[in-house]
């Protein structure tokens, strides 16, 4: 990456993506290349959540995939704001930000907006709204290290916070993303990983209701990518759930003591 | 919101399940559709299209412009601009360049919504298609010595022009889900009673150039392989329609 | 049966099925599969029918870890602080709905002619309230704000207002 830097040098800029060409490894489709952090294609990275990260939340969560770190704080139920358009049933407001030393480059976080309005989404379908009539639920979340995959990582997380501020949910969320490299999908993928991707599939579900809640693509695929693509990250929301599941348990089970 | 009564509600619902939709329609097809092309003299493309009581409006520009709505646009910029590496773009970003590496065209497409009855998404996209194929951007003719570094020269014509290659534009279908079925084209009072929706855009390769989902109730996932599958079938008849459309529109243009 | 409350489950987890089983608190049955399934994080109970009951499956709920702040709801009696008093309105901070205090700020208002049953017209706000009163109140309505617009004690964006029996206006004279 150094490489590249030398040939502009009045300003030095560390960012791997202002890499035009792909590092050699990515090219060829036929040979076998290793992800950067040596995982098998199809192979995620190690999920470690924690409940209870903020005191002053209702219910709050912490979760670390490799490098990516985020914090999710639920507040609420609480009276919606007289802005607000009237609404019979509960209301939910979420909120993705980036600190600002998230990326490589400073204060450079993906656009939040859309990762609000795609957590929003993803959520909205599994909570029941109709449990806080005319009230909000808050649903703060930080991105604290973007390491890649940083929306499904801040959708699972959102969801076991909900869980641990006693949200009434129809299923916890999960969410998995895959990246389409040459001819090959790769899940959970990293930042480096993300910023060569031809593609990318985002896969948000009710792990034990077996429904999608959200599904994105981007860049061009055949539809028998998408079934493959679909498979790999409902298989993995299942098996992402039993460690959210196992998290929240031993919370509960801890607090009883 | 549509303000509508138990009764209207009931009659959408039912006309859907029963493959006959409030308007006389079936549950894939389109309203008709009708393309102009060049109708904003000061933009380099620019196209109008209506969809029943939907009309749109989109502008390609070389430089400038504002924002549209935050969800639309970044819907459609999922739907256009590809994977991060550019594969899979629906417009071939080389032809922006004009010294590679230096210099390149900014492109910027505004859509503007002039009156709203149901599936913008879908309706924007075909505009900008239109738009696109409508557009000329001036030959930039490098002036020749300036290598290395420094500013080079660039003399932007301005008799000639340089077209798009716009067959690789994908058009957007939005498969909008009411009770079990799902409708294409949905008009306003159909979308108030969608549980959800999604909108896949498709190019003439059939293949996937898109996909996002809106609304809030899950689906399940071979409903999703169904509908993909079948918004590959319907994208077909869409891209046969616009072409005749987007190329009847070009001739009107030119005689006039 | 009653026991069984060491089982932790979190939302999502299949409780049973809706033909054995009643969805008691935290607990909902899907419409698609017929199943019971938890919606909060706790304790799993089962909760053997009384014997005179028509429906004699158990029912099943999910309690005790963490559920979220009561909400205010119409119906709810609710304890409240007076913290303004108007004319023809007083506004309330709800403290307490039910039994359980609530975590989150929710305000409300007590309108005139909601303080008694009879002679609403006479109710003179600032003989039946002060500032800093606790009152019990019951939610009749909640509230939004497209009704708000005519005067001017909406701006604070109310949530609710309560309907006062007579009986908790003469506890505080």
């Known amino acids: 990456m150094a490489a590249k830097a030398a040939s502009t040098p009045t300003t030095y800029s560390p960012s791997p993506t202002t890499q035009k060409t792909k590092p050699s490894f990515f090219k060829n489709d036929n040979v076998d290349w290793v992800r950067p952090d040596g995982r098998g294609f199809h192979q995620c990275r190690p999920a470690f959540f924690r409940t209870g990260a903020v005191n002053a939340a209702a219910g709050s969560a912490y979760a670390e995939f490799g490098n990516t770190k985020v914090i999710v704080s639920v507040f609420g139920p609480r009276e919606s704001k007289k802005a607000m358009m009237y609404s019979d049933i509960g209301r939910l407001n979420c909120n993705v930000t980036f600190t600002t030393f998230a990326t490589p480059v400073r204060g450079q976080g993906s656009d939040d907006k859309d990762f609000s309005s795609m957590l929003h989404k993803a959520l909205e379908g599994a909570i029941m709204l109709e449990t806080f009539p005319k009230t909000t639920v808050d649903v703060f979340a930080l991105v604290l290290e973007s390491g890649g995959s940083d929306l499904p990582v801040v959708i699972s997380c959102a969801s076991v916070a909900l869980a641990d501020a006693g949200i009434m949910m129809y299923d916890l969320v999960t969410s998995v993303s895959v990246s389409c490299l040459g001819k090959n999908l790769v899940i959970d993928p990293v930042l480096e990983e993300e910023s060569y991707q031809d593609g990318s599939l985002m896969l948000s579900c009710m792990p034990s209701k077996y429904e999608v809640t959200q599904l994105t693509i981007t860049g061009e695929w055949s539809t028998a990518k998408i079934n493959e693509g679909m498979q790999l990250c409902l298989d993995a929301c299942s098996k992402l759930a039993k460690i959210m599941r196992s998290c929240l348990k031993e919370a509960a089970s801890a607090s009883e003591d | ?256 | ?173």
Not at chain 2, 73 to 102: F, H, N, P, T
Not at chain 2, 111 to 139: F, Y
Not at chain 2, 173 to 184: A, C, D, E
């Open chain 2, 1 to 256: 919101m549509l303000g509508l009564s138990l009764g209207e509600k009931q009659f959408i619902k039912g006309g859907i399940a029963q493959d006959l939709r409030s308007d006389g329609r079936k549950r894939l097809t389109y309203r008709p559709i009708s393309v102009e092309t060049g109708i904003i003299p000061q933009a380099s493309g620019s196209a109008r299209v209506r969809m029943g009581a939907t009309e749109v409006i989109a502008s390609v520009k070389g430089r400038g412009g504002e924002e549209l709505s935050t969800e639309l646009s970044v819907a459609l910029q999922r739907c256009l601009l590809g994977g991060k590496s550019g594969a899979g773009a629906a417009i071939d970003l080389s032809s922006l360049v004009v010294i590679e590496g230096k210099i390149c065209w900014d492109l910027y497409i505004d859509g503007l919504v002039v009156s709203s009855d149901g599936n913008l998404l879908d309706a924007l996209g075909a505009a900008i298609k239109a738009a696109l194929s409508n557009t000329g951007i001036p030959r930039a003719n490098v002036a020749s010595g300036a290598s290395g570094d420094g500013q080079p020269e660039v003399d932007i014509s301005d008799e000639e022009f340089l077209q798009f290659d716009t067959s690789g534009v994908p058009v957007i279908v939005t498969l909008t889900k009411v009770g079990k079925h799902y409708i294409v084209d949905a008009t306003a009072e159909e979308e108030s009673q969608m549980s959800s929706a999604v909108s896949i855009s498709v190019n003439r390769q059939g293949h996937i150039c898109g996909l996002t989902k809106r609304g809030g109730a899950g689906l399940d996932p071979s409903i999703i392989l169904d509908m993909i599958s079948v918004a590959k079938h319907v994208s077909e008849q869409l891209i046969n329609k616009l072409d005749s459309e987007i190329a009847a529109a070009e001739a009107d243009e030119e005689e006039s």
């Open chain 3, 1 to 173: 049966m009653e026991e069984d409350g060491d089982v932790v489950v979190t939302p999502g987890e299949v409780l049973g099925k809706s033909s054995d089983l009643k969805a008691g608190a935290g607990a909902y049955v899907s419409p698609q599969d017929h199943a019971v399934y938890a919606s909060l994080t706790g304790f799993r109970r089962i909760l053997s029918p009384p014997p005179d009951a028509p429906d004699q499956r158990p029912t099943v709920e999910v309690t005790g870890h963490k559920a979220h702040g009561p909400v205010p709801e119409p119906g709810s009696i609710v304890t409240a602080r007076v913290t303004r008093v108007m004319a023809r309105m007083a506004s309330a901070d709800i403290m307490c709905v039910g039994t359980k205090s609530v975590r989150e700020k929710f305000s409300g208002i007590i309108r005139q002619q909601d303080v008694r049953a009879t002679e609403i017209d006479k109710v003179d706000m600032h003989l039946s309230f002060h500032a800093g009163d606790i009152v019990r109140a019951l939610v009749v309505q909640q509230w939004f704000q497209l009704v708000g617009q005519r005067c001017n004690a909406h701006r604070q964006g109310k949530l609710s207002k309560e309907r006062l029996p007579r009986l908790e206006d003469d506890e505080m004279k």
